[in-house]
T-cell receptor, first 114, second 109 residues
């Protein structure tokens, strides 16, 4: 168990409303990632963080912002949700066992934008 | 950037073997393999590094051809519990990871 939780686990919202998803880890890992998973596309990186207040964009970052004010928390915000952002969102932490950097995923958040 | 997986789907009977392939167009530092059951999060299976090191489950084996940027996951003597979608993830020299679109594996009795 990698000690990652996500909240909420399910959310239904309306187009144009702001939404914030939370990822919480208990492992004190430096790297944290946000992915979205859609049929036919696999997992695609939205943003990632390499330390407190240090973040960078992934391949599908448009319409999303992130913040990391504490090591344990990584927040993903949809400023104005659109139907195209309906997806399953996974947070992940990156292992730091020597040269190995496998990822451990949280349980996911299913977001529906109506 | 996204690696290409093949096949897209495979159906096996218990006890049969399968190979899932992953190919990238970029030079890679590492290849990862994950399995995801329906409605659950992906679970780490194995990581292979440039240079030959690897770490993963005892019952899972994989290979990494650095020259061709290709990796293969070998599932032998399949069990019903092996059913799920298998993803490969790749990392070049940066901090980003790219995942394939997955291979659906179904094991039937």
């Amino acid at each position: 168990d990698a000690g990652i939780t996500q909240s909420p686990r399910h959310k239904v919202t309306e187009t144009g409303t702001p939404v914030t998803l939370r990822c919480h880890q208990t492992e004190n890992h430096r790297y944290m990632y946000w992915y979205r998973q859609d049929p036919g596309h696999g997992l695609r990186l939205i943003h990632y963080s390499y330390g407190v207040k240090d973040t960078d964009k992934g391949e599908v970052s448009d319409g999303y912002s992130v913040s990391r004010s504490k090591t344990e928390d990584f927040l993903l915000t949809l400023e104005s949700a659109t139907s195209s952002q309906t997806s399953v969102y996974f947070c992940a932490i990156r292992g730091t066992s020597g040269p190995y950097n496998e990822q451990f995923f949280g349980p996911g958040t299913r977001l529906t934008v109506l | 950037q996204q690696p290409v997986q093949s096949p897209q789907a495979v159906i096996l009977r218990e006890g049969e073997d399968a190979v899932i392939n992953c190919s990238s167009s970029k030079a890679l530092y590492s290849v990862h393999w994950y399995r995801q059951k329906h409605g659950e999060a992906p679970v780490f299976l194995m990581i292979l590094l440039k240079g030959g090191e690897q770490k993963g489950h005892e019952k899972i084996s994989a290979s990494f051809n650095e020259k061709k940027q290709q990796s293969s996951l070998y599932l032998t003597a399949s069990q019903l519990s092996y059913s799920g979608t298998y993803f490969c993830g790749t990392q070049d020299t940066g901090n980003q990871f790219y995942f394939g679109t997955g291979t659906s594996l179904t094991v039937i009795p």
